[in-house]
């Protein structure tokens, strides 16, 4: 089970939904202040003002929800697992928000740099901070089941879905199982806590994987050859590197091709 935030912040068109509705937030916000604004700009420089705000936001929030989850998947996946994390995400963008909305007024001559000015922004940083921050404690109150589909299989909470199709096999280690999976491009063995058996369980209903030996499953659609050893047979898979044991006991298991 996931919080609801959990489970926007892990999917990625639920995430950029949210960030889109982030980022029309904080333009609305900058609107409603408009009377109060208007005492210091033109209307020209107000128009600036929030279209740089709008932009600054948009870029600020890509990187953090957009850009991080794809080229550092496993890290931003640990760090939404848990709730100070969730919190610490948000706090990150909206502490980055407020320092380029500050860096861009003393650019462009809006503010003098001065303590004065530093203690002022990071005052309303902190009371613009509360909504969002109170928003996302309530919300991660909620918790929603996790729709699966049958071509996905959740490994580990930490790591999240993985493809079937990216599996190759899943074997015993004492009282783990490893699960070896490819993930952009690359070969991964995660180690979990579990037996075969269960695994097996969890597995019922994804008739791609099949039990080839009693510590072993394994991903029929990644079988490069069978070749037969002594008594009993070895698996070779595309791309990997592991044999995987195939006893007689487990043979009526796999398709004839």
Same mark, same amino acid.
């Given at each position: 089970m996931?919080?609801?935030?959990?489970?926007?912040?892990?999917n990625?068109?639920?995430?950029?939904?949210?960030?889109?509705?982030?980022i029309?937030?904080?333009?609305?916000?900058h609107?409603?202040?408009?009377?109060?604004?208007?005492?210091?700009?033109?209307?020209?420089?107000?128009?600036?003002?929030?279209?740089?705000?709008?932009?600054?936001?948009?870029?600020?929030?890509?990187?953090?929800?957009?850009?991080f989850?794809?080229?550092y998947?496993?890290?931003?996946?640990?760090?939404?697992? +848990?709730? /100070?994390?969730?919190?610490?995400? #948000?706090? !990150?963008?909206?502490? %980055?928000? &407020?320092?380029?909305?500050? $860096?861009? +007024?003393? /650019?462009?001559?809006?503010?003098? #740099?001065? !303590?004065?000015?530093? %203690?002022? &922004?990071?005052?309303?940083? $902190?009371?613009?901070?509360?909504?969002?921050?109170?928003? #996302?404690?309530?919300?991660?109150?909620?918790?929603?089941?996790?729709?699966?589909?049958?071509?996905?299989?959740?490994?580990?909470?930490?790591?999240?879905?993985?493809?079937?199709?990216?599996?190759?096999?899943?074997?015993?280690?004492?009282?783990?199982?490893?699960?070896?999976?490819?993930?952009?491009?690359?070969?991964?063995?995660?180690?979990?806590?579990?037996?075969?058996?269960?695994?097996?369980?969890?597995?019922?209903n994804?008739?791609?994987?099949?039990?080839?030996?009693?510590?072993?499953?394994?991903?029929?659609?990644?079988i490069?050859?069978?070749?037969?050893?002594?008594?009993?047979?070895?698996?070779?898979?595309?791309?990997?590197?592991?044999?995987?044991?195939?006893?007689?006991?487990?043979?009526s298991?796999?398709?004839?091709?």
């Amino acid at each position: 089970m996931k919080s609801a935030v959990e489970q926007i912040l892990s999917n990625s068109k639920s995430r950029a939904l949210a960030s889109a509705l982030f980022i029309l937030a904080i333009s609305f916000v900058h609107l409603v202040f408009k009377p109060f604004q208007m005492a210091y700009y033109s209307t020209g420089d107000f128009i600036f003002v929030n279209a740089a705000y709008f932009i600054i936001s948009t870029l600020i929030v890509f990187l953090f929800l957009g850009l991080f989850p794809v080229l550092y998947k496993t890290k931003y996946e640990s760090i939404i697992a +848990k709730r /100070s994390g969730r919190l610490s995400l #948000l706090a !990150l963008i909206i502490a %980055a928000i &407020g320092l380029g909305f500050f $860096l861009f +007024k003393i /650019s462009f001559g809006f503010y003098a #740099l001065s !303590l004065e000015r530093v %203690a002022t &922004g990071i005052t309303a940083l $902190l009371g613009l901070a509360v909504i969002p921050m109170l928003f #996302l404690l309530i919300m991660d109150q909620l918790i929603v089941p996790v729709k699966r589909t049958n071509s996905t299989i959740l490994i580990d909470p930490k790591i999240g879905e993985v493809q079937i199709n990216d599996v190759f096999c899943i074997y015993s280690e004492k009282n783990y199982v490893v699960w070896v999976y490819e993930e952009n491009g690359r070969l991964v063995r995660h180690k979990t806590r579990g037996t075969i058996k269960s695994v097996r369980e969890q597995l019922k209903n994804k008739r791609k994987i099949v039990q080839s030996h009693r510590a072993y499953l394994v991903n029929q659609d990644k079988i490069l050859t069978v070749e037969k050893n002594n008594n009993s047979h070895l698996i070779t898979l595309v791309q990997c590197p592991d044999k995987i044991p195939l006893s007689r006991s487990f043979y009526s298991n796999f398709r004839r091709t």
